[in-house]
């Protein structure tokens, strides 16, 4: 039986405690939030999407950063196994479409529910409002953690049994605020959970790599993914709240001799912004176009997929010769919807005052070109407001694939959204924080 600290109460920490737990070990948990599973709470929309009921093959091919790496935690810890570990606690759950897996309440609250229940039922120490200031390393291995209060002055409202984890029974103050003392926990592993830097308003900060960089670890810069873009063109914001649906999106980048390379491509749903575009299409893209941020970047929508370059045409004579006593901006409502007019007249420098008879094939073979190739340049991607998870992290060359342990300082495990591994929308990222946990919480030597 051994001492494990915890540090993170998501959803990477709560699985790793759970199972640490589970393997005989005294075990705390560390949350700085006065509630665990807070970015948990919001995931999903509330929702909480925890898994993808795919081919566990599939996995690795939604796994943007680092797949091979993923490969013990998933086949230790796999998606069926993730749905087994919820329903054994008491969790229903339903799939939805993309094999999307949600609790069958639609409420994240219970996800968060049965895990807490569950960490209770093994007796691990859950220290709420408490955060972890620095990891303790002697001679190349773990020893604890300094841990301080972060509210009331009070760590887990005095209910926290320190005597387990601090050998001398002495708590350490070690700074000056009488509100805020300073306490060294003692172990024999300590498991970093602390998640990326998305969403700071659940408390998300870059302590998990303060921590692995003082232990001697390399960092991959930490950047916003599954996040909006931001485009330079005006007319975007004349399009704000406008959804797409079943349409092409398509996205390249310039060389240096402008020459075009496709680097995505898609079909689905997409929103118009006051400040560029989002929506499902998007959100996916985002995951693949970091390291061209700073090129010229071309987002192509493609308005009408089901239709080739020719069949367009014939449709739009159609529409034309249908409405040829009237004016271009009033002959397009079958085609198009009535937002998205003026901006393609516009993108196809055509006259919208023009009757449609005096339009030449030229001006339609352009018009055509606007509705199959709408052009928007990507100027960069959002905030940590919006950002759904963070792309970057803990480099994972210097971490044991197969139990989460950091190969220089022994005892140290890391797990979840702190490592360089992102994946897509859709219940990925979770089973990314469920698997890795899992292994990290078993501690295999």
């Not at 075990?27 to 665990?36: F, G, S």
């Not at 029974?169 to 805020?180: A, F, L």
């Not at 485009?231 to 399009?239: G, M, R, S």
């Not at 940590?384 to 998870?389: G, N, T, V």
Request: with cysteine.
């Amino acid at each position: 039986m051994g001492k494990v600290i915890v540090i993170g109460g998501g959803a990477a920490g709560m699985m790793a405690a759970i199972w640490a737990a589970r393997n005989d070990n005294n075990v705390i948990l560390i949350e700085q939030n006065d509630k665990l599973g807070k970015k948990l709470f919001i995931t999903g929309k509330g929702r909480c999407n925890f898994t993808n009921a795919c081919d566990i093959e599939d996995l690795f091919g939604n796994v943007a950063t680092n797949s091979k790496f993923m490969y013990s935690s998933f086949y230790s810890f796999s998606n069926q196994q993730v749905m087994d570990f919820f329903e054994e606690l008491g969790l229903r759950y339903k799939i939805e479409r993309g094999n999307r897996v949600f609790p069958a309440s639609d409420h994240s609250s219970d996800v968060i529910k049965v895990l807490e229940k569950e960490l209770r039922r093994l007796n691990v120490d859950i220290m709420l409002n408490t955060k972890a200031d620095e990891l303790i390393i002697e001679n190349d291995a773990i020893c604890g953690v300094f841990v301080r209060e972060v509210k009331n002055g009070n760590v887990n409202n005095g209910k926290t049994n320190n005597k387990i984890y601090n050998d001398s029974g002495r708590t350490i103050k070690r700074n000056s605020d009488k509100n805020s003392k300073t306490y060294k926990l003692t172990a024999d592993k300590v498991i970093a959970a602390t998640g990326g830097v998305s969403y700071p308003r659940t408390g998300a900060c870059d302590s998990g790599y303060r921590f692995a960089e003082s232990a001697g670890h390399n960092v991959i810069k930490a950047q916003t993914s599954l996040v909006p873009f931001e485009v330079k063109e005006k007319w975007c914001k004349d399009l704000m709240g406008v959804s797409l649906k079943n349409v092409g999106m398509s996205i390249f980048v310039k060389d240096d001799k402008g020459k075009e390379k496709k680097i995505f491509d898609d079909f689905g749903e997409m929103l118009f912004t006051h400040f560029g575009v989002s929506g499902p299409m998007v959100i996916k893209a985002s995951a693949y176009i970091h390291k061209y941020l700073g090129r010229d970047i071309i987002l192509s929508i493609d308005l009408k997929p089901a239709l080739n370059d020719k069949q367009l045409d014939e449709r739009i004579l159609r529409d034309f010769e249908l409405f040829k006593n009237k004016q271009l901006n009033n002959s397009l409502d079958k085609l198009l919807l009535k937002a998205l007019i003026p901006v393609i007249i516009g993108v196809s420098g055509l006259d919208g005052d023009k009757k449609i008879s005096e339009i030449t094939k030229e001006e339609r073979k352009a018009l055509g070109q606007a509705i199959k190739d709408l052009r928007l340049h990507v100027t960069g991607l959002r905030g940590w407001d919006e950002a759904i998870i963070t792309k970057g992290g803990i480099n994972v060359k210097e971490i044991d694939p197969g139990t989460m342990e950091s190969k220089i300082v022994k005892g140290l495990y890391f797990a979840g959204e702190v490592l360089d591994v992102d994946a897509l929308t859709g219940g990925f990222n979770l089973q990314i924080a469920w698997s890795t946990g899992y292994l990290a919480g078993c501690l295999l030597d």
